[in-house]
């Protein structure tokens, strides 16, 4: 089975930082992309950022350019969300999502694994 196992969410202030991470897992697990979804009260999953599974080809939603950063260890099977200057509008559960096939997505339905989510609270 494919695991993914989201952490490192929590209450942070308005401008602040914080860092998830992602642990892949399973035996069956043959990843070429990897993305980042949210999804707030009362709203629709929504696409954060996307990585290939080389570390290149990096790709963000406009509400988090230039804010987030998402980037892959492949020797710990580990993908992180690097989260700066956080606002109270990216308060969310925040899921970790896998796809089988290249190139990058930013649509929820063209991943094939997901995790079971990290909330992040931003206080103002």
């Known amino acids: 089975q494919v695991q993914l196992v989201e952490s490192g969410g929590g209450l942070v202030q308005a401008g602040g930082s914080l860092r998830l991470s992602c642990a892949a897992s399973g035996r069956d697990f043959n990843a070429r992309v990897m993305g980042w979804f949210r999804q707030a009260p009362g709203k629709e999953r929504e696409f954060v950022a996307t990585?290939?599974?080389?570390?290149?080809?990096?790709y963000y939603a406009d509400s988090v350019k230039d804010r987030f950063t998402i980037s892959r260890d492949n020797a710990k099977n580990t993908t992180y969300l690097q989260m700066n200057t956080l606002k109270v509008e990216d308060t969310a559960v925040y899921y970790c999502?896998?796809?089988?096939?290249?190139?990058?997505?930013?649509?929820?339905?063209?991943?094939?694994?997901w995790g079971q989510g990290t909330q992040v609270t931003v206080s103002s």
């Open positions: 990585i290939h599974w080389s570390g290149g080809s990096a």
């Open positions: 999502a896998a796809r089988r096939r290249v190139p990058i997505a930013t649509m929820a339905r063209e991943y094939d694994y």
